[in-house]
């Protein structure tokens, strides 16, 4: 699926390339996933969280598009990061066991006594969101899943973390396959800056500036942006294919054939591919 003469072509800082193959490729998307789960009937329940994730995933490429139009390349970076989650986190759980699939379901509640048991404990006096009912099925929900939670990691929901939950997806590729590893060790790794307010993500290496200034980013740094995030999408379509609607892989290999020509990849593309000062 990938190309290596696109993915590594300077075309990647030409936002209006960039632009308009994200909106064919993310339009493609939709179209592809709204009817291919329109033909599943009676799924299993991590076939229906594997799905919501999907989605998340894909709405959210549409959510970074929007940003990098407006030249908000952190905001857009930082939801890149949620788009390697969701789709790591889908995979992994569509590949996983029933009990995998409910322990995600049930994680929130078990995390949500934690929280309100450590905001008590350090700050008494702030107001919390539960009625005394509320708390008593808290509690109470929590004594009986604790028991699931309590052998992984601080805020993990299964024993795998991210990383690994990574390579066992790239296990199942086979042929020394690094590709989900990349979007953690690469790609989810670097938008942590945007993420947490690293110095990375304000640009520091301008201090002398108008500190009003350091944020503002460059439409060849936006294509860049949308680069990477399609990069990221076109992890999407295989991990998620057995949902999609039959066609896709030739579609995609069509639009990337396109990409690697230079050719015009849409109608239209120079208006909608503005940037908005």
């Known amino acids: 699926m990938f190309r290596k003469e696109w993915l590594e072509s300077e075309r990647y ?55 990098c139009k407006f ?6 970076r ?11 986190n889908g995979a992994y759980i569509s590949n996983a066991t029933n009990e995998v699939a409910d322990n995600y379901v049930d994680f929130p ?11 008590r404990a350090s700050a008494p006096e702030m107001p919390h969101p539960f009625e005394e009912s509320e708390l008593e099925h808290l509690r109470a929900r929590y004594g009986v899943i604790k028991h699931r939670f309590e052998g992984f990691k601080r805020g993990e929901w299964c024993a795998d973390n991210l990383f690994r939950r990574a390579a066992y997806l790239d296990s199942l590729v ?3 396959s690094s590709l989900f590893r990349w979007l953690v060790n690469l790609t989810w790794r670097q938008a942590s800056a945007y993420v947490h307010g690293a110095p990375q993500s304000i640009g520091v290496e301008g201090s ?16 860049r942006t949308l680069h990477i ?15 999609l609607n039959k066609g896709w892989e030739e579609r995609c290999e069509e639009l990337m054939e396109r990409m690697g020509s230079s050719a015009s990849v849409g109608p239209s593309e120079a208006k909608s591919s503005e940037i908005v000062p």
């Open 229 to 243: 995030a399609i990069s990221v999408m076109l992890v999407w379509f295989p991990c998620f294919g057995e949902y």
């Open 78 to 88: 930082a939801i890149i990061r949620t788009m390697c989650e969701a789709i790591i």
């Open 174 to 176: 086979g042929d020394s």
């Open 13 to 67: 800082l030409d936002f209006g390339l960039q632009s308009a193959f994200a909106r064919e490729l993310g339009d493609l998307a939709a179209t592809a996933a709204s009817q291919g789960l329109g033909a599943r009937e009676n799924l299993a329940r991590k076939d229906c969280l594997s799905i919501a994730l999907t989605h998340k995933a894909r709405v959210s490429f549409e959510a970074v598009q929007l940003l």
């Open 208 to 223: 002398g500036r108008d500190p009003r200034t350091l944020t503002q980013r460059t439409p060849e740094e936006a294509a």
């Open 71 to 76: 030249l908000l390349v952190g905001d857009a």
């Open 109 to 119: 509640d078990y995390w949500r006594w934690i929280e309100y048991t450590e905001l």
